[in-house]
């Protein structure tokens, strides 16, 4: 497929009407993959399938409710590199939207690359930057880009000694993926030590995760997520957007994939983007070109602004999860060109501002008893045709799937994301828990407090 400055694939299809009995083309038709079966997939597709241009969508391996957007679900692991080419030729498709870390830091984005498919994801070495804490630390410390102070150890011993010298609590990290829960935020020096043992002597979040952990100062402050569009120099800042890790409300509880997010933040002041674009963003990835790992995709970062200026708690390599759901929700232009663009080296053509909904959005992840750890699947879900009826409102589907009497049922930890549009952000997330309270599946658990410390600080 061809990577040249507005040029279609030949693969392209296109749309035409009829003018004085001749055929005019109108807008090229991509055919689009989308790697995952996730809530952020069902966004994707959900926002994907709105664009003129797409043609046929597919997603790998979806959910129930990427199918119910007319997606094509494909039961194929987003892993197996080998039969996603083969699909990709196949169905010739014209970009690849890879959803997940786990394919792009196993190579997913290089392997269809090298078969001249255009993707949307970085390279693996670029993933890097999600994939290795160590990495993304190290990488901040030559590129100045503020952030704790930390070291890293590969045996525990070491790692007690250091913690045990701290006159300051600390976070500990497991150095490769873990899904989002490898990161274990402590209050006292005997709970990092128990930490420490967690992570490396019973891996708790795989051997290859914890073969190295970071071990950093615990900031104070409030969290905030930013993501930009890169590709190579090239970004576009996206709405900065709140996530809620721990599964407990007050923020207790075990780290989790994300139990709830909105967009915009109202700490995000025109100033204060400016400042994370230019201390963070810029000099992270020009560090990663000097590298040879120019990037291409989405650049996440999940920050803490301190009284000292925010700083870098980690950074992700794609769009978050659930943060993806209320700012799709929010945008209100054409996702495939824009990706399109983004994976085709163009990005610097774009020039039109992002258009999104002046309303904020507010996400409510509905999870499975148990989550983040052991859960039971299978359990009937009811309601959530109510829940879509209400005005604003999207239900984002995560871990669900149709039981062989057509049933909607549960199929994760994390099973829907409840999202709504308000005037305000009361208003959102009003809009958002009468939808929540439309739904119900045995077991079902949610946070009660999605936005509702910014709330607070607004009044």
């Known amino acids: 497929m061809s990577e040249k400055s507005g040029e279609a694939s030949q693969n392209v299809q296109h749309s035409t009407v009829q003018t004085g009995g001749t055929t005019t083309d109108v807008v090229p038709r991509w055919?689009?993959?989308?790697?995952?079966?996730?809530g952020r997939e069902h966004a994707l597709v959900w926002k994907l399938k709105q664009s003129p241009r797409a043609g046929k969508v597919f997603c790998v391996p979806g959910n129930a409710g990427t199918a119910d957007e007319g997606a094509v679900n494909v039961a194929i692991s987003p892993l197996d590199k080998d039969r996603l080419a083969r699909l990709c030729q196949k169905e010739r498709i014209d970009l690849v939207v890879i959803g997940p870390e786990e394919p792009l830091a196993a190579g997913l984005a290089?392997?269809?690359?090298?078969?001249?498919?255009?993707?949307?994801g970085p390279s693996a070495a670029a993933a890097q930057i999600e994939a290795s804490k160590v990495f993304a630390k190290q990488l901040m410390r030559h590129a100045y880009v503020p952030t704790a102070e930390f070291q890293v150890f590969?045996?525990?011993?070491?790692?007690?000694?250091?913690?045990?010298?701290?006159?300051?609590?600390?976070?500990?990290?497991?150095?490769?993926?873990?899904?989002?829960?490898?990161?274990?935020?402590?209050?006292?020096?005997?709970?990092?030590?128990?930490?420490v043992r967690r992570i490396m002597t019973e891996e708790e979040f795989g051997a290859q995760a914890g073969r190295r952990i970071v071990v950093e100062k615990r900031l104070e402050g409030e969290e905030m997520s930013v993501l930009a569009i890169v590709s190579g120099h090239t970004l576009v800042m996206l709405p900065p957007c709140q996530d809620h890790k721990a599964v407990y409300d007050g923020d207790q509880g075990p780290n989790t994939g994300g139990m709830g997010a909105y967009c915009p933040t109202p700490r995000a002041t025109p100033e204060l983007l400016r400042e994370i674009e230019r201390n963070i963003f810029v000099p992270t990835v020009h560090a990663l070109k000097r590298e040879h790992r120019s990037f291409q995709g989405v650049l996440y970062a999940g920050l803490m602004l301190t009284a000292q200026g925010p700083r870098v708690l980690e950074f992700n390599c794609r769009f978050g999860d659930p943060e993806t759901q209320p700012l799709l929700m929010r945008w209100q232009g054409d996702l495939l060109q824009l990706l399109y663009a983004a994976a085709g080296?163009?990005?610097?053509?774009?020039?039109?501002?992002?258009?999104?909904?002046?309303?904020?959005?507010?996400?409510?992840?509905?999870?499975?008893?148990?989550?983040?750890?052991?859960?039971?699947?299978?359990k009937v879900i009811h309601g959530v045709a109510e829940a879509e009826a209400l005005p604003d409102v999207k239900v984002f589907h995560a871990g669900t799937r149709r039981d062989d009497q057509g049933r909607l049922v549960t199929d994760g930890g994390r099973v829907l994301a409840v999202t709504a549009l308000g005037d305000d952000l009361r208003h959102a997330r009003e809009r958002a828990y009468q939808a929540v309270r439309c739904i119900h599946f045995s077991g079902m658990h949610y946070r009660t407090d999605i936005g509702l410390k910014a709330l607070k600080s607004l009044s």
């Open 31 to 38: 055919n689009v993959l989308v790697v995952g079966k996730g």
């Open 110 to 120: 290089d392997y269809l690359r090298a078969r001249e498919i255009r993707v949307f």
């Open 154 to 195: 590969d045996h525990p011993e070491p790692a007690r000694l250091y913690i045990e010298t701290r006159d300051y609590p600390v976070v500990v990290k497991a150095d490769g993926l873990a899904g989002g829960k490898g990161v274990i935020v402590c209050r006292d020096a005997a709970e990092a030590v128990r930490a």
């Open 345 to 378: 080296g163009e990005l610097a053509d774009w020039q039109a501002p992002l258009p999104f909904d002046p309303r904020p959005a507010v996400c409510v992840v509905l999870c499975s008893a148990g989550y983040p750890g052991k859960y039971e699947t299978g």
